[in-house]
């Protein structure tokens, strides 16, 4: 039974293979009927249906046949017949032997049609086995295995960890410990709120011990000690549940990951040239974050890399710099990875010579991304990537149930590398393919529209028709019907006039779809017409620039000039400098999400910091956070 759902992946087929040949001879311990023997065994189906339908008709005995029957409908599942599985089923429903293990195989198999032909919901509905039914510890494995697979097409994260932890009492403690690294899995992305709502569950206690370490984790992930002390009250509290022996491995590494704690640290931005504009607004939000912790004892320099990175950074070393914030530019970012750190010129003060001395590598973290990066303990790479929050945008259409989107992007570089990213990420999530359609601007990108929508045949068929019946007939052009979200990327000199056409070019006969776009579209000191216009659009960006707080306020006063844009690197340098005693630990525990005001935070094992941006959508003429 089990190693024939190929789809679910985190039991390997060697496993699959172990439980089956150890249980599939196990017979249901229950006072009301006796099992299929061990020479039918119902865990798994090897041979063509016909065999089995033919065992049906010779038997005499009605358990006999009920079992061959449900051997034959596993059969055509195998061989992804699911319509003459659905028949078989149905028919032998009526006379089916009343047998715990022979109703819940029936169920089973009737959930694995279900999904294939109906809805996730409906094959879960189908797949509900009664307290009082008494199984083979096979069958009750396959269940929650494949109640766990359902939860997870469903997009019920919480359900599927429920599944997951109940399957692992039926498993031998090596395939077992494989699950626990699934569930681990399963629960690094959700939000310390979420696992919190779940964490007193008496009645699945290895379930809620899960999301009580999995919270633990994430809230306390900030403070070392009290990370220590909460895990080892948690251990107390559950002595035997299967990560309290044995911690996930991510989870140990941010124990004894030391952190950062620089007292003196470098910033190396272009404070002159045409870039200064922007490092300016990193600047302020680097002295912003600095002034708000005031009883810290560390210093911060700033050194300029507009004529040479190189020389920049050679003068933090020589001052003692301790953490390195910067550079900003990826050319710059380049010339330092491709400097040799391991060893520094030191210039004497008394003397004025210069000696070369060994060093350690110092931290960094970056102020951009490139491509020649090679993975260093010490080296991270923060970035406002454009093309990053595509890929979030698609994790959160698909998370919003979106399963055929629709892409229109601007024809030009940051167009292209956004909608390849999102194109990707989305495949990470769903086998679906995505359209994407490049638009010029002006009368181009109407038609571009109308070519998308499928407008444009239509009105094609249209013109057809009259030319046929005559000009007279009354018709009204239809748009496409098969997509269920748009994402637009734009900028905001493009976006009020993308959305117009789109609006327009939904026909009469067709609900309009939900609407999503990146906050590189997003208008500066926009007006309440063009927001009016806006309605309905769904937007990602930095969660700060979604509020009203004193904060803001404060910016919007000191430098009434600033657009979104510099206000989104003056949060970035704020989190620059809020980040650098969690890097460490953040990057040795992947579940470790920081809320900074640029997104919820992480680190890849590659040191790249990921962002999750937050949403907010326009409504009644304003934009309001989701």
Not at 54 to 80: E, F, G, M, V
Request: charged share 15%; hydrophobic share 40%.
């Amino acid at each position: 039974m089990l190693k024939s759902l190929n789809t679910t992946k985190f039991i390997s087929v060697a496993i699959l293979s172990a439980v089956l040949a150890g249980c599939g001879t196990q017979a249901p311990t229950t006072s009301t009927s006796t099992a299929p023997t061990a020479a039918t065994s119902l865990a798994s189906a090897p041979l063509a249906p016909n065999v089995y339908l033919a065992q049906a008709s010779n038997s005499k005995d009605p358990q006999q046949r009920d079992t061959n029957l449900l051997l034959a409908a596993h059969a055509y599942i195998n061989a992804n017949d699911y319509a003459a599985a659905q028949k078989l089923l149905k028919s032998m429903l009526p006379s089916l032997t009343q047998s715990p293990t022979l109703l819940a195989e029936h169920k089973y198999l009737t959930a694995r049609v279900l999904e294939h032909t109906s809805t996730y919901v409906e094959a879960l509905k189908t797949l509900s086995y009664p307290s009082t039914w008494v199984l083979p510890g096979w069958q009750m494995a396959t269940y929650h295995q494949f109640k766990a697979h359902l939860y997870q097409l469903n997009k019920q994260p919480i359900e599927q960890v429920r599944e997951l932890s109940l399957l692992t009492s039926y498993l031998p403690p090596a395939e077992a410990n494989e699950v626990n690294n699934q569930i681990w899995q399963v629960l690094q992305p959700m939000h310390e709120q979420t696992l919190q709502t779940f964490t007193q569950d008496t009645k699945s206690p290895v379930f809620a011990g899960w999301l009580q370490l999995a919270y633990i984790a994430k809230h306390y992930a900030v403070d070392p000690s009290q990370l220590v002390r909460y895990l080892g009250e948690w251990q107390k509290q559950n002595p035997y549940h299967p990560a309290a022996a044995k911690l996930p491995a991510d989870l140990d590494r941010a124990l004894n990951a030391k952190p950062f704690t620089p007292k003196n640290i470098a910033v190396l931005l272009p404070l002159t040239g045409s870039r200064a504009t922007a490092a300016n607004a990193i600047r302020q939000g680097i002295l912003a974050s600095y002034l708000a912790k005031p009883n810290e004892q560390v210093s911060v320099n700033f050194y300029d890399t507009a004529n040479d990175a190189v020389s920049a950074y050679q003068q933090a070393v020589n001052a003692g710099a301790e953490f390195i914030i910067g550079p900003l530019l990826p050319n710059e970012i380049d010339q330092l990875l491709a400097l040799n750190t391991t060893t520094s010129t030191v210039t004497t003060a008394a003397t004025g010579a210069t000696t070369t001395a060994p060093t350690a590598p110092i931290p960094q973290l970056f102020l951009n991304q490139t491509d020649k990066f090679v993975p260093d303990i010490n080296k991270f790479y923060f970035s406002l990537s454009p093309a990053q929050e595509a890929a979030d945008a698609a994790t959160r259409m698909y998370q919003d149930g979106v399963t055929m989107p629709l892409l229109l992007a601007s024809n030009d570089a940051i167009g292209k590398r956004m909608a390849e990213s999102f194109i990707q990420a989305w495949k990470k999530k769903s086998d679906t393919p995505i359209e994407v359609y490049y638009y010029d601007g002006g009368d181009k990108m109407r038609t571009t529209v109308q070519d998308a929508l499928g407008v444009s045949d239509s009105q094609a068929r249209i013109a057809r028709i009259k030319e046929l019946l005559g000009s007279s007939v009354q018709s009204d052009f239809r748009s496409r019907q098969d997509i269920d979200a748009i994402y637009m990327i734009s900028t905001p000199q493009e976006l009020t006039l993308l959305k117009a056409f789109i609006d327009v070019n939904f026909s009469v006969f067709t609900q309009p779809v939900p609407l999503y776009t990146s906050s590189r579209s997003r208008i500066d000191n926009e007006s309440s017409q063009t927001a009016q216009d806006l309605n309905n659009l769904t937007m990602s960006d930095a969660p700060w620039l979604m509020q009203n707080g004193e904060e803001n306020l404060m910016v919007n006063t000191l430098w009434s000039g600033w657009n979104n844009g510099q206000k989104r690197l003056f949060i970035m340098g704020y989190d620059a400098m809020d980040l650098i005693s969690k890097l460490a630990q953040m990057r040795s525990f992947p579940g470790f999400q920081f809320n900074g005001r640029s997104g919820v935070l992480s680190v890849s094992p590659d040191g790249v910091l990921n962002r999750q941006l937050s949403w907010g959508r326009y409504q009644r003429g304003s934009f309001r956070q989701l």
